[in-house]
């Protein structure tokens, strides 16, 4: 009788089938009668790919998980390579079913245990990075995986990460209500004057859970590094008793309200808007025009637009957003009726 995997050329059961679902390891493999000779040949033909040492995914179920997805089929992988691992920074991010700017390209985890119980970083090698942490660091448990307590997820994050990347993970857990911001400001405390916390402190201030994308959360960073007045989120525009719209940015003095417009906003799937992309851009012209016969500026802006400084602001400028010397925010927008 003939092995499971010498079958790969089609005559017999696709020895894949035998294989679990989602990220499995090498040792998965040999569990289930498949041979190295098979494995090879279906990473060769693009049926499976290997984004770790040891670890496989089938090439459909990767190509379909997008960033977030794939560096959770990572984590969950690593979780069975490692003994007892807590998962931090990114990694734990996607444990806790937060976004992220782009695709992690390591595992992070806390570093091994010291005599005193505190995490001693160990640097970076073959794709996963140890990170040092104090003894009591929090830990909770997602997904069956260990991992760093939300609030300190997010700080040590931001600590570590500009501001484009932090505040996007804490607008999805204050929007989510995962998070508050007393929790925040209390995992702050507790990193005071250590390396980072500045900029962690930058992040938790410039969080708002009313930010609605990641794109939309990117696009304030931008804003106040650029030095602009901050906008008011998610505004509904009316007209007596008629609302005309509800935009991303609305700036009250300057009469200029701003439009993220993100590549899934004008697709097909994936989206709970099921008109066809022509409708739905009709619809946003007539809109637009609602909102410009009225005396409103409209400024739209793509992800090209967000990652060259500058280039948002002069758009902005223009339309007659003002630069802020001061970095607080302020709160809402107003109605277009007659005290606009």
């Given at each position: 009788?003939?092995?499971?995997?010498?079958?790969?050329?089609?005559?017999?059961?696709?020895?894949?089938?035998?294989?679990?679902?989602?990220?499995?390891?090498?040792?998965?493999?040999?569990?289930?009668?498949?041979?190295?000779?098979?494995?090879?040949?279906?990473?060769?033909?693009?049926?499976?790919?290997?984004?770790?040492?040891?670890?496989?995914?089938?090439?459909?179920?990767?190509?379909?998980?997008?960033?977030?997805?794939?560096h959770l089929l990572l984590v969950q992988a690593v979780g069975r390579q490692?003994?007892?691992?807590?998962?931090?920074?990114?990694?734990?991010?996607?444990?806790?079913?937060?976004?992220?700017?782009?695709?992690?390209?390591?595992?992070?985890?806390?570093?091994?245990?010291?005599?005193?119980?505190?995490?001693?970083?160990?640097?970076?090698?073959?794709?996963?990075?140890?990170?040092?942490?104090?003894?009591?660091?929090?830990?909770?448990?997602?997904?069956?995986?260990?991992?760093?307590?939300?609030?300190?997820?997010?700080?040590?994050?931001?600590?570590?990460?500009?501001?484009?990347?932090?505040?996007?993970?804490?607008?999805?857990?204050?929007?989510?209500?995962?998070?508050?911001?007393?929790?925040?400001?209390?995992?702050?405390?507790?990193?005071?004057?250590?390396?980072?916390?500045?900029?962690?402190?930058?992040?938790?201030a410039l969080g708002d859970g009313a930010a609605e994308s990641v794109g939309?959360?990117?696009?304030?960073?931008?804003?106040?590094?650029?030095?602009?007045?901050?906008?008011?989120?998610?505004?509904?525009?009316?007209?007596?008793?008629?609302?005309?719209?509800?935009?991303?940015?609305?700036?009250?003095?300057?009469?200029?309200?701003?439009?993220?417009?993100?590549?899934?906003?004008?697709?097909?799937?994936?989206?709970?808007?099921?008109?066809?992309?022509?409708?739905?851009?009709?619809?946003?012209?007539?809109?637009?025009?609602?909102?410009?016969?009225?005396?409103?500026?409209?400024?739209?802006?793509?992800?090209?637009?967000?990652?060259?400084?500058?280039?948002?602001?002069?758009?902005?400028?223009?339309?007659?957003?003002?630069?802020?010397?001061?970095?607080?925010?302020?709160?809402?927008?107003?109605?277009?009726?007659?005290?606009?």
């Amino acid at each position: 009788m003939r092995a499971v995997g010498s079958a790969w050329d089609g005559r017999m059961d696709d020895p894949l089938t035998l294989l679990p679902v989602g990220a499995f390891l090498a040792r998965d493999v040999a569990r289930a009668g498949v041979d190295d000779g098979a494995l090879r040949r279906a990473v060769r033909a693009g049926r499976l790919v290997r984004p770790r040492t040891g670890v496989y995914v089938r090439a459909a179920d990767w190509d379909r998980a997008g960033p977030e997805g794939r560096h959770l089929l990572l984590v969950q992988a690593v979780g069975r390579q490692l003994e007892h691992p807590v998962f931090s920074h990114e990694s734990a991010a996607v444990l806790w079913g937060l976004p992220l700017v782009g695709e992690p390209n390591a595992v992070h985890v806390l570093g091994p245990v010291t005599p005193t119980g505190a995490h001693r970083g160990t640097g970076r090698r073959a794709g996963l990075v140890r990170h040092a942490a104090p003894a009591d660091v929090p830990v909770a448990s997602r997904r069956g995986l260990r991992t760093t307590a939300l609030a300190e997820t997010l700080v040590s994050l931001a600590r570590a990460r500009d501001a484009l990347q932090a505040v996007p993970v804490v607008d999805g857990a204050l929007r989510t209500g995962l998070a508050t911001r007393e929790d925040l400001l209390a995992a702050l405390a507790t990193c005071a004057g250590s390396p980072g916390s500045r900029r962690a402190a930058l992040a938790v201030a410039l969080g708002d859970g009313a930010a609605e994308s990641v794109g939309e959360s990117v696009s304030r960073v931008r804003i106040h590094l650029d030095g602009l007045e901050p906008p008011a989120l998610q505004v509904p525009l009316a007209e007596g008793s008629s609302v005309i719209a509800r935009v991303d940015f609305w700036w009250h003095a300057a009469r200029v309200a701003g439009e993220f417009d993100g590549r899934k906003k004008y697709r097909t799937d994936g989206v709970p808007d099921r008109r066809a992309v022509e409708e739905r851009l009709w619809a946003e012209k007539r809109r637009e025009d609602r909102l410009r016969s009225r005396g409103v500026r409209v400024v739209r802006w793509t992800w090209t637009d967000l990652w060259t400084p500058g280039v948002l602001a002069s758009r902005l400028l223009a339309a007659g957003v003002r630069p802020t010397p001061s970095r607080a925010t302020h709160g809402g927008g107003r109605r277009l009726g007659r005290n606009a």
